[in-house]
């Protein structure tokens, strides 16, 4: 069955550390999207991507980084720089335009 | 300023007793709206999409329609199983990258 695949379930940083989240589809979907999930504050867009090799920046992209090497892959890396790393992270697919997503299951990133 | 507001934040209900839930749109030529449902540490699931106003959609106990200012989501003798926080979201009317701007949901309980 086609899909989004997040890993992992859960992931602990330290101060100072980079940790990388993974995110895989088979679904062929062209665009792909990462979210950030807090409580009462809804989903909030860090990087999207359209197409391979382009990604562009979203609402909250300070302190992330993204690549997007192949169609069925969009890493999402978690730098020293983001402050407040502890949240819930959604990966998402698209066939683009109008049409809705497919998520992953998420990753809860907490620091330690 | 794009913007969806979704109301209550929190809705208690008996088994059996019908609701609705609301989403509330700004946004210029709404290019869709799409309701999802999340359960808790998981990813949101697609539930609708809605075009146009005065559309509907239903799904078992689940009907959304849509208006030109706001989206209902209303839940017909709603069972425990129907628990979960549901999201509304839209393009922004500004672009075609496929993004989409959420609301901050409405956390659904349902008591036997």
């Known amino acids: 069955d086609g899909g989004i695949t997040q890993s992992p379930k859960y992931l602990f940083r330290k101060e100072g550390q980079n940790v990388t989240l993974s995110c895989e589809q088979n679904?062929?979907?062209?665009?792909m999207y990462w979210y950030r999930q807090d409580p009462g504050q809804g989903l909030r867009l860090i990087y999207y991507s359209q197409i391979v090799n382009d990604f562009q920046k979203g609402d909250i992209a300070e302190g992330y980084s993204v690549s997007r090497e192949k169609k069925e892959s969009f890493p999402l890396t978690v730098t020293s720089a983001q402050k407040n790393p502890t949240a819930f992270y959604l990966c998402?697919?698209?066939?683009?335009?109008?049409?809705?997503?497919?998520f992953g299951s998420g990753t809860r990133l907490t620091v330690v | 300023e794009d913007q969806v507001t979704q109301s209550p934040e929190a809705l208690r209900l008996q088994e059996g007793e019908s609701s609705s839930l609301n989403c509330s749109y700004t946004v210029s030529g709404l290019r869709g709206l799409f309701w999802y449902r999340q359960d808790p540490g998981k990813g949101p699931e697609f539930l609708f999409t809605l075009y146009s106003a005065g559309e509907e959609k239903e799904k078992e106990r689940l009907k959304a329609t849509l208006t030109k200012k706001e989206s209902f989501l209303h839940i017909t003798a709603p069972k425990p199983e129907d628990s979960a926080t549901y999201l509304c979201a839209v393009p922004p009317g500004s672009s075609n990258t496929g993004k989409l701007i959420f609301g901050q949901g409405t956390t659904l309980q349902v008591k036997p």
């Open positions: 998402a697919s698209s066939k683009g335009g109008q049409y809705g997503y497919t």
């Open positions: 679904l062929n979907h062209d665009a």
